[in-house]
C-alpha cells in the first residue's frame, strides 16, 4: 500500500498517530498540509473528505487547526467534506466543520446545498445551525429547493423551520411539484397542514391578512395541474386531500394547462366520489349540457369531449411554443424555459420543445439539465441532426471529448451544416488544449 493511500486510510480509520507519523516524516507542516490537499482517492476525495465522511471529528480538527487545509475542496461530483458528512449524517462532524467556517452555501453539482440534504433528512438543529450561518432556503438545485426537499420527504418540522425563515411556499423549480403537491404525493397531511395554515386564517375572515404571503396558494398549477386536480384525477385514497384542500380554499373552478377543472379530471379518471364531492362546488361548464353526475359522466367520455379537449390540448401548446419562441428572441431565457416546460407537459413526445428548452439551459448554464433534455431529444429522435446538439451541453461541461462525439454525429446527419461544422472545430481544439495541459 503506498504511502498516498495510507494517508486517506488513516484520516478516515480515525488513526492521529498515524497521521502524525506521517507528518513527521515530511519536511514541514506546509509541506503535509499540500500533501493532504493534493492527495485524492479515484472520486476525488481529500483527507479531510474522508474523516468528514467517516464522523472522525478529532481527525478533523487536526486537519484544519493544525494543518490548516483548505475547508472547501469538492470532489468530482462536487461534493465538500462538509456536504458529504451532511448526507451520511455525521451530524457532530457536520457541527465541528460549520463552526469552523466551511461554506455553507457551497452546492454539489446537482445544486444541492447542506441545508437540502438536512431538510430532507429533518435534522431540525443542524437546519438551524446552517441558518444561522447564512445558509441560502431558497437555494434552488436539480431537485428543488429545500422546502420542496423537506415536503417530498414529509419532513413537518423541516417544513415549519424554513416556512418561520421566510421560505416561499408557493416557488418551484420548473420541472417539478410546489410543496403542497409533493405533500400530498408523500402523504404527509401535516407537511400538507403546515403550508396551507396562514392562508386557511386568512380566509376563515381571522386577522391574520398580512400573512397571506406567507401562507402555500393552494391553487398553484405546477406540472400543468392544480393541487385539487392533482387529487381529484387519482385513486380514491387521495379523497381526505382533496377535501382537506376545499377546506384550505381550493378553487374547484381553477382549470390546468390543458383547461380541465378538477371536475373533469376526476370524471375522466373514473372517481366516482371526487365527482360526487366536486359536483356541488363547481360553477356549472357550458360546454356540458347536462349538468348532473350522470350527464357529465357521460359527456366526458363522448367522442365530442374527447375532440375537444384534444384541440384545447393543442391550441394551449401552440400558444406555449410561441410565447417560449418570443421570450427566446428578447434573451429572455427563463421565461422561454418555462413555456417550453409548459408545452412539453401537453405534448411530453415533442423532441423541438425539448430541443429548444436544452438550448435554454444551455444559455442558462444549466449544463446537466440541458444535456437531459438533448439526450431525451436524441431518443425521440436520433435521426435529426438537430437533437444531436447535445455537444452544446457536453462542452458547457467542460466534457470536449464528448462535445466533439455529439458534434461528429450531427455532421453526420447533415454534412454542409456550418453551424455544426465550427462548433466541431471549437469542441476538438478545446479537447486538444485540455489534453496538453493534462486536465
Known sequence: MNRHQGLLDAAAAGDLERLKHLEGKCQNADVFRNICELVKDKEGQTALHCAATAGKTQICKYLVEKLKVEMNPKTGEGDTPLLLAVMVEQLPTANYLIRQ???????????????????????????????????????????????????SHGEKEAVRILLDHKSNPNFASPLLMTPVMLSIVARSFECLDTLLKQIELVISGSSFLNEMSAGADPNLVSCGITPLAFTASASESE???MKFLLKAGADPNVVGTAGMTPLECAALAGNVEAVMILLPVTSRIPSIPD???????????????????????????????????????????????????????????????????????????EGKRALSDAQACVHLRPDWPKAHYRGVAWRLLGKYSMASEAFSHALRLDPENKEIQKALKEAVKADNIKAFHGL
Open 239 to 241: 379523497i381526505d386531500y
Open 291 to 365: 349538468w348532473s353526475f350522470h350527464g357529465i359522466m357521460s359527456h366526458i367520455n363522448s367522442e365530442e369531449a374527447k375532440e375537444q379537449r384534444e384541440f384545447k390540448e393543442k391550441e394551449n401548446f401552440l400558444l406555449a411554443k410561441q410565447r417560449g419562441g418570443d421570450a427566446f428572441k428578447k434573451n429572455d431565457y427563463l421565461s422561454a424555459m418555462v413555456c417550453y416546460t409548459e408545452a412539453i407537459c401537453l405534448c411530453p413526445g415533442d423532441a423541438t420543445m425539448l430541443s429548444n428548452r436544452s438550448l435554454c439551459w444551455a444559455r442558462l448554464n
Open 101 to 151: 467556517g466551511a461554506d455553507v452555501k457551497a452546492s454539489d453539482f446537482k445544486g444541492m446545498t447542506a441545508l437540502h440534504y438536512a431538510a430532507e433528512r429533518g435534522h431540525k438543529k443542524l437546519m438551524q445551525l446552517l441558518i444561522s450561518q447564512g445558509a441560502d432556503v431558497e437555494a434552488d438545485s436539480d431537485h428543488g429547493t429545500p422546502l420542496q426537499r423537506a415536503a
